[in-house]
Every structure is written in C-alpha cells, then in structure tokens.
C-alpha cells in the first residue's frame, strides 16, 4: 500500500520560497500524477497542481506564477515550491496520488501546516 | 473553471438518520466525473466516492452517490456516529480541478 510522508518547514517568511517534499513508500513515484492540494485554516481545499514522473506539470492557473513541483526518482520524492510567499499562503499542504484507475486522489498525505509570518 | 457549489452548509442529524449532501457545478461535467471525499478534524480527505456513484474500496454500503450533468448528489442511508465531518465534493472535468466548499454534518 503506498503511503506518503510529507516533510518542510512549518514557518516560512513573507516573500521567501516555501518548499516541500513528499517521500512515496510502499510504491514508486515512477507512476501515477503526484499532486498538491492546500486548505488554509477553517476553509476548503485547493488544488495547486500536480507533477508526473517524467517531470510533466500542470498547475493551477491561480498559483503557476508562482509554483515549480519536481520529481526525484532516485529518492522516490516528489516537491512543490511556492516562491514569493505572503499570509494567504498559510495553509496545510496536502500530498496526494491521483489514481487514474479510479480518477481520484486516492491515497493522501497527513499534511503540512504551513504558517507565513516573520 | 468549473465552480462546485454544496448545499447545505451544515446539516444537522441524528444517528439513525439520512443525509442529502448536494453539490451543483457551473457547467455540465461530462462521464460523471465527479468525486467525493470526507474529512474529519485533524485529517487528511478520505476517498469515498468517484465516478459521480462508485465506492472506494473499504467504504460502508450506507454511502451512495448519484447524479449527472451539474447534479450530483452523496446520500448517508443512515448516518453513524464515525459519520459526522464534512465532505467535500470535486471534479476533474479539465484544470482546474476544484472542490465544493465543503458541507459538515454534525450531531443534532
């Protein structure tokens, strides 16, 4: 069973680069469309892309100034960064795998509380 | 961008009763591709429904989805205890993909 452990930062500094990263166990990352959802404190949830083994992205037209996700398949990770921070970006960070045999995001990080602030 | 309205914001239950959870898209979503998840406080989403009325693997029989074109429905036949939290719903009818804002069931 694949399972994702999330790992970063929890406070990042307005107008830095917050960076994250997410380890595939039980799988490899050498499948499947590895994505980014976030949910800011009390609110619903965000897609912010997502990023394919061979390095393929697609973002949310919201955020693509702004993201750059990655894949290393020698670590089996895959990473988000988000450049030029401010407060609206204070959030949990989800991980999640898009399953395109149920197309869903079937399998989910425990999530990252991500707090800008200086 | 497809913009997923829930209804209603909450809905309060007791055990033992049935939930209606509505979720109502801008535009026709084509092949029912719609979703449904469920999160509890402290939680990631959990998959309960995709394809608009098929069930992930593990989810009670008491969940049912329905609906096509911009209405979709989750039914609870009988809501438990472990039931209260809120769901959400979400599409992926082109990018964006996007979430409903979410309806929480709570005790009554």
């Known amino acids: 069973q694949v399972q994702l452990q999330q790992s970063g930062p929890g406070l990042v500094k307005p107008s830095e680069t917050l960076s994250l990263t997410c380890t595939v166990s039980g799988g490899s990352v050498s499948s499947y469309y590895w994505n980014w959802i976030r949910q800011p404190p009390g609110k619903g949830l965000e897609w912010i892309g997502f990023?394919?083994?061979?390095?393929?992205?697609l973002y949310n037209p919201s955020l693509k100034s702004r993201v750059t996700m990655s894949v290393d398949t020698s670590k089996n990770q895959f990473s988000l960064n988000l450049n030029s921070v401010t407060a609206t970006d204070t959030a949990m960070y989800y991980c999640?795998?898009?399953?395109?045999?149920?197309?869903?995001?079937?399998?989910w990080g425990r999530g990252t509380m991500v707090t800008v602030s200086s | 961008e497809v913009v997923l309205t829930q209804s209603p914001d909450t809905l309060s239950l007791s055990p033992g009763e049935k939930a209606t959870l509505s979720c109502r898209a801008s535009?026709?979503?084509?092949?029912?591709?719609l979703v449904w998840y469920q999160q509890k406080p402290g939680q990631a989403p959990r998959l309960l429904i995709y394809?608009?009325?098929s069930r992930a693997i593990g989810i009670p029989d008491r969940f049912s989805g329905s609906g096509s074109g911009t209405d979709f429905t989750l039914t609870i036949s009988r809501v438990e205890t472990e039931d209260f939290a809120v769901y959400y719903c979400q599409h992926y009818d082109g990018s964006p993909l996007t979430f409903g804002g979410g309806t929480k069931v709570e005790i009554k």
């Open positions: 394809g608009a009325s």
């Open positions: 535009q026709s979503i084509i092949n029912s591709h």
């Open positions: 990023v394919y083994y061979s390095g393929g992205t």
């Open positions: 999640a795998k898009w399953d395109g045999t149920v197309n869903a995001f079937d399998i």
